[in-house]
């Protein structure tokens, strides 16, 4: 697999703040990369690295195996970039700022483009200060979508649309996976990359705290188990790896390393079984285990 | 009042209590603005100063741009006269303007925002905000009116009586009311209240135009024009007070019409649809270029239409001239003696002016840039094929093409016009003014060379180009009479080149500046390269 993007150690300071602090992650072709971190977290300055917008104060980045800085105007024309703050020229229609991006990117589908505009069901023909939010996001979504190009990147791209416009965004993502493209997206929302992502990168006060696919992040992390069984089930308490035990009438509910399974197994056998649930972590969980302190 | 206009008093009142503030500023400062001048007239008035105005006055020129006079002979042009024919249309513009944006402001604007709806699911008359608004703005517009009719009289010339100042304050007054009238009707029509205020500012614009030209050509099409109400009232002269008769009737049908049409229509749309925009891009608009013209194209228009008034205006003084030096031994002699005749000299002067106005709107387009930087309109741009050196070229590109237009146009029409004012007696060509303004042209490229070293560098401080330019401005108009050392008035760039036509053209100078401005560009260029981006 061909590392696409390839980040090692970023750092990127504003003045006396530093904004980022050791960023170090890969995006092959055919993956899509979910970029998950709270507000503030660096998630935009580092696209923003990224894409030579601003420039790096350590470590280092390649897209397409150039460097982001030196060598930006080799690499723009095959990313698609939708920021996170669309803001669009007031006087102007959104057909026209669609039209003018995909020209200024260097050519594009238009019939794509219609597509998009009929999917999305953005008016055209209005002026772009008319817009909501959600809709100013939609014409950075469809300019984006539009181009061809080698890597997406979209920063908090749903922020704004409604349910059913998420899901026209999902299936865009989901075709350009399937074609081999490679996609960072950037969210707060866990749910949605949850979706999207085959791999995670958590990002904390610029800093990037855990990398991996879903399964093995999930692996590092506790299920949730609900048991209930004949004897008393406290013993399990007890027992390494376990946490969180609280008893509710016959039933208990605790969480569990994912590698002290097997130990609680063994020992939950002996208790006389009516109901075992094992519930794996979900994002959210995980994102919480790495906020929580 | 039936029940369409229910609880419209409550609103009159709602909106008093709420507007006391604006209507204090509002009221006091136009009816100062238009009355508070009597005494600098009385300074202007002074030795033979009244038929030297009334003979400038008589100038078509100045004539399109404030009015007629019904004077026929210098004698009788009085204080009064003067300050009627200077001040009443000009003064009258601006109560139109702000009783219109302040009607279309309290109705369709409020209903934009949804407030109507708010407001009328009380038990108020669907009507009654209209009534209410329009009844505040005549309010507001007779205090104007006996505020500054007051004011007036209180300086106790003679020629400014008080039937006169009545009528003078009257013409104000019915100004404003036809204003909020026209904008009140608009209001109803435009599907938005943006389309309101621009199609009443559009329509009022267009009767100033109309009127200069009637004016000029025959006074008597102005009788027919709202605006010409205004001014032919003539007070302190032929006080006639049938204009103001007319515009109080036309007035009241425009807004009987308005209430029957807002009485048909929905909260929220006109009668005219929104027209949709284009669902695809004109080619035109397809490249760095043609965004960035299109970015500017306002503030582009604007400024070159008005260098080229400004230089009409100055141009149209070059006439009156030799009347001035003929009735002014002194400078007749001061001329004689220095070899150059009244107009090279005024015109040295006077195109140093124009330039550095010109050179304000190639700072605006270079700092545009980074204002559509901040505004984050550019952000997704970034990550196309353009380079930064491309969207910084074709900034300053276009910068530099406008300064030269701007100079063109401004020294152009001073030049043409000035040269219709001297007529056939001209020594002067079209290609002396503009030779002088391009003299100057090293000041446009220095000025845009600091604005571009500011976006490239350090983009905060590109008003600081603007500073500058006023500063070397100052410096230069002032550096003459302070006598001020010299290695001080030299960091003003403009005092570095000869002004023509006076002087001559200096070659290793212009060139120097020239080169300079080019450094700084490409100094800005090797900044916008390396920067952040916001
Ligand atoms: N241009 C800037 N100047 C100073 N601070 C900045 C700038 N851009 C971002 N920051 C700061 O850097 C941190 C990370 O911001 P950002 O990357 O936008 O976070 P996220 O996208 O994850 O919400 C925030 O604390 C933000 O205030
Ligand atoms: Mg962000």
Redesign the pocket.
Known sequence: MAAIIEAQGLQ?H??K?Q??RDISFTVNAGEVVGFI????????????VLLGI?RGDGGQATIFGRNVWQERLAIHPRVAYVP?DVALWGNLTGGEIIDLFIKLHGGGDKTKRDELIKKFELDPRKKAKSYSKGNRQKVGLIAALSVPADLYIF??PTSGLDPLMEMVFQEEVEQIKAAGKAILL?S?ILSEVERLADKVAI?RQ?KIVETGTLDELRHLTRSTVRLVAEQDPHDLATLRGVYDFTQKGAQVTFSVDNSALNTVLRAVTTLGVKKFEVVPPTLEDLFMRHYED | MNEKFALWTVLLRQYLKRDWRKIVIWVLGLGLFASAYVPAFKEIAKGSGLPTMYTTMKNPAMISIVGPTPIKNAADYTIGAMYGQEMLLFCGLFAMIVAALHVVGHTRKEEDFGLTELVQSFRVGRQANSLAVIVETIFINLLLALLTAGVMVSFRVASISLPGALLFGGALGLAGILGAALALLFAQIMPTSGGASGATLGLVGLLYVVRAGTDVSNVTWSWFNPLGWLYLTFPFTDNNWAPLVYGLLVSLVLVVVAFVLEGRRDVGVGYLPERAGRATAKSGLLSVPGLFLRLNRGTIISWMVALVLLGMAYGSIYGDMQSFLESNALMKQMFAATHTSIEASFTSTIIVVLVDLAAILPIAIVNKLFTEETRLHLSQLYVTKVSRRKLYWTNVSLALVAGVLGVALAAGSLGATALAAIGATSKMTLFDFLAAGFSGWPVVLFVTGLAALALGWAPRLGKIAYLYLGYSFALNYFGGILNLPDWFTKTAVQTWLPRLPVAQFNGPTFATITVLGIVLLVLGDLGYQRR?L?
């Open positions: 990127k504003f003045g703040f904004a980022l971190g709270p507000n503030g977290a660096g998630k935009s300055t580092t696209i923003r601003i996170g920063d908090e950037s707060h990002i610029g | 952040d916001i």
